[in-house]
């Protein structure tokens, strides 16, 4: 059974459009900042991408929430975006070693949330795309390198490398 306000949207309610947007945009809106690293074209994923679930709601079957089904709509708005942008993604396919297990965990309360958030907003396009889809948003390496169009370990490399950056922003 689909929720009352997505069988409105699908029905062709406005109103219920509008209750769907004020429910997930600023969630939405927080994962086109990660990825992009820019507010107005942020801004402007945004709006594509509810443009882009509004015409295509027939085909939100329930399978997963709402909300997942967005998010991967936003995703993808964003990761078309930066194609387009010609963002960089190392491919370090023969480079690749796992990196070693770091024993020195950093106490995450220690740091505050603003100055990671600026850290995460320095890193180069491709590790930032990277670290915010494994990290932030729950994405595995498989499924990075699947959407980005990259290898599994090119995927593992980024990531490894925007750990390291990030610890070298924050001064660790």
């Known amino acids: 059974m689909l929720p009352q306000v997505v069988q409105r949207c699908m029905e062709g309610d406005r109103k219920a459009q509008y209750e769907l947007y004020q429910q997930y945009a600023k969630a939405m ?6 990825m992009t690293n820019n507010i107005e074209e942020a801004e402007d994923l945004l709006q594509e991408a509810f443009i882009k679930a509004f015409a295509n709601i027939q085909s939100y079957k329930g399978d997963a929430t709402f909300g997942a089904w967005l998010k991967r709509i936003v ?14 993604f190392d ?9 070693a297990t770091d024993t020195s965990e950093v106490d995450q309360e220690q740091y505050d949330i603003h100055r990671i958030r ?9 590790y930032r795309v990277v670290f ?3 990290l932030l948003e ?13 290898s599994v370990s ?13 610890r070298q922003l924050l001064n660790l």
Do not use: W
């Not at 729950?138 to 699947?146: R, S």
């Not at 090119?154 to 990030?166: F, G, H, M, P």
């Open 138 to 150: 729950g994405y595995d390496h498989v499924e990075i390198a699947e959407v980005l169009g990259i």
């Open 75 to 88: 995703v993808n708005q964003c990761i078309n975006h930066l194609h387009k942008k010609k963002v960089q």
């Open 91 to 99: 491919s370090l396919d023969d480079m690749y070693q796992e990196p």
């Open 154 to 166: 090119a995927s593992k490399s980024q990531y490894s490398r925007a750990k390291t950056k990030l």
């Open 132 to 134: 915010s889809l494994y």
């Open 29 to 34: 809106f927080n994962i086109c900042v990660r």
């Open 118 to 126: 600026e850290a995460i907003q320095l890193l180069p396009d491709g």
